[in-house]
Nanobody, 123 residues
Framework: QVQLVESGGGLVQAGGSLRLSCAAS????????MGWFRQAPGKEREFVAA????????YYADSVKGRFTISRDNAKNTVNLQMYSLKPEDTAVYCC????????????????WGQGTQVTVSS
């Protein structure tokens, strides 16, 4: 079992930045792929970014590429999502998740999920 707790969400103006963090506990964190997903009201949950256990490979949705950066610290069991140039369409609940599949980008590839943190971007 893996427990995940997100933090760092909030209200920001368009063009601003936020840094989300996810703290993991439970099973060995360092061997998992970690991902961030988001879900806006009335929409399906969508993939945002993922990072494999070594940190050497990262994956991004086209909508956030060049604006978001995912990173992890295996010693601290944390994964972060640095978000720049935020847009109103980035408004959503952001969740981190754990997968045993390298490079996982699909919902069904993730076994453990956090509760999420709200990000609201005003225009």
């Amino acid at each position: 079992q893996v427990q995940l707790v997100e933090s760092g969400g909030g209200l920001v103006q368009a063009g601003g930045s936020l840094r989300l963090s996810c703290a993991a506990s439970g099973r060995t964190f360092s061997t998992y792929t970690m991902g961030w997903f988001r879900q806006a009201p009335g929409k399906e949950r969508e993939f945002v970014a993922a990072i494999i256990w070594t940190g050497m490979n990262t994956y991004y949705a086209d909508s956030v590429k060049g604006r978001f950066t995912i990173s992890r610290d295996n010693a601290k069991n944390t994964v972060n999502l640095q978000m720049y140039s935020l847009k109103p369409e980035d408004t959503a609940v952001y969740c981190c998740a754990v997968s045993t599949y390298p490079g996982a980008t699909r919902n069904y590839e993730y076994a453990f999920w956090g509760q999420g943190t709200q990000v609201t971007v005003s225009s």
